[in-house]
Nanobody, 123 residues
């Protein structure tokens, strides 16, 4: 009923930039918080950044000042601008969103995940 499709990952040298996008589609009534997580090999998935429907943002300390999360509510899309990338930013990045859908029986809210996009930063 809902799909999150990510794009924008790739290979970049340390100090470079990438912009991730995540577009939601389907029977969407409204989108609440949207977040980016990442998971490096052998590590737990961690929250990188989040943004509320009103535009309030939060970041993990390790990316503050380098990453910027934003959203386009008209396009149901969240972005992650990543600057000054470091090798330790290498991970699979996942989009996550709290989405209220519209179905015959009502408007339930669920958590949805994208498929992940690989970001690799070479030293």
């Amino acid at each position: 009923q809902v799909q999150l499709v990510e794009s924008g990952g790739g290979l970049v040298q340390a100090g470079g930039s990438l912009r991730l996008s995540c577009a939601a589609s389907g029977r969407i009534f409204s989108i609440n918080a949207m977040r980016w997580y990442r998971q490096a090999p052998g590590k737990q998935r961690e929250l990188v950044a989040g943004i509320t429907s009103g535009g309030s943002t939060n970041y993990v300390d390790s990316v503050k000042g380098r990453f910027t999360i934003s959203r386009d509510n008209a396009k149901n899309t969240v972005y992650l601008q990543m600057n000054s990338l470091k090798p330790e930013d290498t991970a699979v990045y996942y989009c996550n969103a709290e989405i209220t859908i519209e179905v015959v029986t009502g408007r339930p809210t669920n958590n949805y995940w994208g498929q992940g996009t690989q970001v690799t930063v070479s030293s």
